[in-house]
């Protein structure tokens, strides 16, 4: 079972953000995954959870597995909703500044090369669930790196919706995230298999992914 040592369990501890990068750049470095709770900077929680209370619920689409002609849609491996965020409203701005930051002090302290990053709003309704998966194939450098913010206010054991990263294809157990709000993951995508245990309520996360730049021939990795 995966052990993780660096987890700030007092939601109303506050920390520098250049404190915290090093902190998460520590983690990747030493263990491939990073997991601290309820670290995600308060005017940022509330901004993307007031954002998400405002939007329409038909913004939310079925979630896919695949990106362009290999996109499919199979609700036997996952259930979850997701809305693409694109930075037009003042929370997706505040989102993709930090994000950057994060990206600007991992490639200097790291050198991973991260180039481009896309993220969604995901929504687990009552009974979803998003089973074992990988979110990068090793050597395809499709991400690099995946990140998850949680939203969830007041969270217990009964409501299930955890996120489970295993040390590998053949580990059965894993490391449980709850997904309480401010909490903040980030792992190595090629590295950890991953699932999103059957959420009994609604569950809410902003999910994101940097990848390198494999662009050739002046053709823009990821498409435009």
Known sequence: ???????????????????LFEL????????????????????????????LLK??????????????????????????EICWIAGNSDA??????????LQHYLNQRLFLGLFSFESHFSHYGCGDYYKRHYDAF????????SVVAYLNSDWTA???????IYKDDHDKEGVKVVPLMGTFVAF???EFPHEVLMANRDRYAVAG?????????????PPR
């Open 55 to 80: 939007m329409d619920a038909d913004k939310f689409k079925n979630a896919g597995i695949g990106r362009s002609d290999d996109y499919i849609k199979n609700k036997f491996v996952r259930t979850d």
């Open 188 to 190: 190595l995508s090629e």
């Open 158 to 164: 009964d409501d299930g919706g955890e996120l489970v």
């Open 24 to 51: 998460i750049a520590n983690d990747i470095e030493r263990q491939g995954y990073s997991i601290h709770l309820g670290v995600l900077p308060e005017d940022l929680t509330s901004s993307l959870f007031l954002h």
């Open 209 to 221: 992914w940097f990848r390198i730049n494999t662009s050739i021939n002046n053709n823009i990795d």
């Open 1 to 19: 079972m995966l052990s993780v040592e660096t987890i700030f369990t007092n939601s109303k501890d506050h920390y520098n953000c250049d404190v």
């Open 92 to 101: 997706g701005k505040q989102w993709l500044k930090w994000i950057t930051a």
């Open 138 to 145: 090793r050597g395809e450098e499709n991400r690099v790196l």
